[in-house]
């Protein structure tokens, strides 16, 4: 079998053993050869046991199951792949180009270690940890590892960038100066619906009721219906906008990261740093909650599941909160104008 740690001597004559599995290098402190041999013998001896017994198992599992003993996470990557579908395939092709991934997709799924994961999950980002997590659990789920190789408890905690509501000013200066009408009146339809970036570049005139004054449309990310009414400043938007077919041709051809470039241009642009498109969301959660709308509603229109409404409902939004006194004599005001 070959040994798992060697040694070798530095220019300064330490010596350093080398961990062929790990490729981890760690001072002996000793600058001693036979020293040296000697401890490199005992880290050898203290993992032979535990490589004994995963040997003696891989024999054990090749025979109940041939490909158990050979299967690498590029496998794993390629089975989750193949169900899904739409853009949720693209985010996971995408997801699993990363190049974190590169040291760990042609290894051994029996033979990977925690110190694996761990130099995946120091070398990528929030993204890396999430998708990792994903294809961990997978394998685990299917039994194609036999217990979890980090522990739930001891995975690192994954913390996402704040993310904020585009404000009214930062808007006016983004529409001010957009020079292109079709992306001019996109933003205005994100600043009052508040949908996703696909969602709305992908709305058709006959979503548009006009005689009930509402749009409805299917969200793409989660199938889900919303129909939400739109004002007076709404509607002389929609107005302007193709009265057949798709209200945003032009944009709702291009990709979501031509859009959300294209976008943080035109905020470089204005001097507006900090937000993406989704920031419209952020905002119209925001301002519901300032104007008193019923979560469930926020939650109709933008999703039972949307981080905006539960961030915004939570604490984000300024509420100034009537007094009781003010909320009876409203009912008092209220029962004398039914008597009269």
């Not at 981890?24 to 041999?37: C, G, Y």
């Amino acid at each position: 079998m070959k040994q798992r740690y060697s040694y070798y001597p530095r220019e300064n004559g330490v010596f350093y053993s080398l961990d062929h599995l790990t490729k981890k290098r760690q001072s002996l402190d000793t600058s001693d050869r036979e020293e040296a041999q000697r401890l490199v013998n005992a880290l050898n001896e203290a993992c032979k046991q535990p490589a004994m017994n995963l040997q003696i198992a891989q024999v054990y599992l090749h025979h109940s199951n041939p490909d158990f003993a050979k299967r690498i996470w590029q496998d794993v990557m390629d089975e989750m792949g193949k169900g899904k579908t739409g853009n949720t395939k693209k985010r996971w092709d995408v997801a699993m180009k990363d190049k974190a991934f590169d040291s760990i997709k042609k290894l051994v799924l029996i033979k990977t270690q925690a110190e694996h994961f761990l130099e995946v999950l120091h070398k990528g980002t929030v993204s890396t940890n999430v998708f990792l997590r994903r294809l961990h659990n997978f394998a685990l789920d299917m039994n194609w590892i036999p217990n979890s190789i980090i522990p739930k408890r001891q995975w690192p905690k994954i913390q996402f960038h704040d993310k904020r509501a585009i404000t009214f000013a930062e808007h006016q200066k983004i529409i001010a100066r957009e020079l292109n009408p079709e992306y001019l009146a996109y933003y205005e339809l994100l600043w009052h619906l508040g949908g996703a970036q696909s969602d709305v570049a992908n709305l058709c005139a006959e979503d548009i009721d006009w005689q009930d004054g509402t749009i409805a449309y299917s969200r793409k990310k989660t199938g889900s219906n919303v129909i939400i009414h739109f004002g007076e400043a709404l509607e002389e938007i929609l107005k302007t906008l193709p009265q057949q077919g798709p209200l945003f041709p032009n944009i709702r051809a291009s990709r979501e990261a031509d859009r959300a470039t294209y976008f943080k241009r035109r905020c470089a642009l204005r001097g507006v740093s900090g937000v993406t498109l989704h920031s419209y969301r952020y905002a119209w959660a925001e301002r519901a909650r300032t104007a008193g709308v019923p979560e469930r509603f926020a939650q109709e229109a933008l999703g039972h599941n949307s981080l905006a409404v539960h961030r915004a409902y939570a604490k984000k939004a300024k509420v100034k909160i009537p007094s009781l006194e003010e909320y009876e004599k409203r009912i008092i005001d209220l029962a004398a104008a039914v008597n009269q």
